[in-house]
């Protein structure tokens, strides 16, 4: 006999747990475990968010533990009042967690960990909707690699294979004697305005770094003293 194409009645107690509370409990869990063996607690924000540089970060912090996440959840895990905080006066460090912010859990000295991240920055390229810092101009004639940013010996020609890409992204190329080229100047970008996709494109290609990485601690905790200090202020 064929089989009944009628709807069958699934039982939802069956049904595993949401994936995104259990990522959830164990995000606390995991913070928890790291204040229980550690004495600092950063919290922090990033410019520019790039993996790869972050990874970096990771690895030169690989005796602390580095956590992403949804903010209720890490302050959650911290305590959001003297009632339910964690350590004496953690709450006051989950008032800092607002906007896109991080967590390291260290038991490295404070002074150490503020040395680092002043000092650490890295180039990068920039992504669509970031503001522009610079106005970038291509001068008419010959295009170059840098795109005008190099002195013309210190360069060499765009290769003529990448004149369809760049007349693709809004520059009025064309190819004159096997070299691409420019009947007037091409302005890339504006200083201070967002950048569409293909003037992000356009950047990239010509190797110009608009986007700086860097990590901005905004206070941080420590069992020590149970306080709070933010950064560049008095202690809490």
Request: net charge positive; proline share 4%.
């Amino acid at each position: 006999m064929p089989r009944s194409k009628r709807s069958k009645v699934v039982s939802l107690t069956k049904t595993d747990k949401r994936p995104g509370r259990e990522n959830n409990e164990r995000l606390y869990g995991k913070i928890r475990e790291s204040i229980d063996e550690h004495q600092i607690v950063f919290v922090f924000s990033v410019d520019n968010m790039r993996n790869t540089h972050l990874k970096e970060v990771r690895t030169d912090f690989s005796d602390s533990r580095i956590f992403f996440g949804k903010t209720k959840v890490m302050a959650k895990a911290l305590g959001t009042s003297a009632s339910d905080e964690y350590r004496l006066n953690l709450s006051s460090l989950s008032k800092h967690l607002t906007g896109n912010v991080g967590l390291l859990i260290t038991s490295r000295p404070a002074e150490e960990v503020l040395t680092y991240f002043e000092s650490f920055s890295k180039q990068d390229y920039a992504r669509m909707n970031a503001v522009s810092p610079i106005t970038f101009i291509v001068p008419a004639g010959v295009v170059y690699s840098s795109g005008g940013s190099l002195q013309q010996e210190e360069d060499v020609p765009m290769a003529h294979s990448l004149e369809t890409t760049v007349r693709g992204l809004g520059m009025p190329t064309r190819l004159v004697n096997g070299k691409v080229h420019l009947d007037q100047e091409f302005v890339v970008c504006k200083e201070g305005k967002k950048l569409d996709s293909k003037q992000a494109t356009l950047l990239k290609i010509f190797g110009i770094p608009t986007a700086e990485f860097v990590i901005r601690p905004s206070a941080y905790w420590t069992s020590a003293t149970m306080q709070v200090t933010a950064v560049g202020a008095m202690e809490e």
